[in-house]
């Protein structure tokens, strides 16, 4: 395939009748449009698309280089710091994060593109791959959370879910406004706990959502969720799936283990 057919590749993001007064800082923002285009041809999410940028930028201004002079030590010194320092990243995160260099890395050195020839004509130097097995974390665990953060206990969710619903009781008792958004809190706080939804697949979600379950007919029409906007595949919409309902959540106004009656006023 002819590289001014590929997207993202360098002969549709240059003009060649243009030259830079900088050529450096405007290759570097050519590659990062180039990049971007071929992962909207991807249909990649707007928001992991200006995670990626912002990381090859912050690599960029770290190391004082551009991608056409990155070497293996620099991506050793940028991650030894983001692990050693006040707030240390995540283990997930530093992978995820040398998974998207790893990415642009092989963007730019793929022929198809023309990065690599256009940087060692302007330059006489081609970017390479930096990231390899020896300088970056392999995914081996299922779970990579904090071993220090639990999770809550019966006890304490139930004492969550009784603090939620007092401060219901507390702000209509008084006569003051925000009823309302505090029984709004107080059902999410459940909902969240019953269905095992994500904050976004919660913040979409609609009184429409709720569903009878057959195998739950004691719940009514609480006995599951119609999650619409669940989390979605690389280059695809949205999923929408059923969430099953999981017994156990009961509080002061939801007497029992129903979450139905908990999504109802207080009496």
């Given at each position: ?169 507390s702000i209509r008792g008084r006569g ?82 129903g979450l139905g009656r908990g999504l109802?006023?207080?009496?």
């Open positions: 395939m002819d590289a001014v057919n590929v997207p993202g590749s360098m002969r549709l993001v240059m003009p060649g009748n243009v030259r830079a007064l900088d050529p450096a800082p405007a290759m570097f923002d050519a590659m990062l449009a180039g990049w971007t285009r071929q992962q909207q041809s991807r249909l990649l999410a707007r928001k992991t698309i200006a995670d990626r940028m912002s990381l090859v930028r912050r690599f960029a201004l770290f190391n004082g280089t551009y991608p056409w002079e990155w070497t293996a030590e620099d991506v050793e010194a940028y991650f030894s710091a983001q692990v050693s320092g006040p707030l240390p990243l995540a283990h997930s995160t530093v992978r995820g994060q040398q998974s998207d260099l790893r990415l642009f890395c092989t963007f730019v050195t793929d022929a198809r593109y023309g990065w690599a020839a256009a940087c060692l004509e302007e330059f006489g130097r081609a970017p390479v791959q930096v990231c390899h097995d020896w300088n970056t974390a392999d995914h081996v665990a299922d779970y990579e959370g904090r071993p220090g953060r639990r999770a809550l206990t019966y006890d304490e969710l139930q004492a969550l879910f009784d603090a939620a619903d007092e401060r219901v009781e003051r406004k925000g009823v309302l958004s505090a029984w709004r809190d107080a059902v999410l706080l459940k909902a969240v706990y019953a269905y095992g939804t994500r904050r976004r697949e919660t913040a979409m979600l609609d009184l429409h959502d709720l569903r009878h379950n057959p195998r739950a007919k004691a719940y009514g029409r609480f006995g599951a969720l119609e999650v619409r906007f669940g989390k979605a595949s690389r280059g695809s919409p949205p999923k929408c799936e059923r969430s099953r309902y999981s017994p156990g959540v009961s509080s002061r106004n939801s007497p029992g283990p109802r006023w207080p009496a």
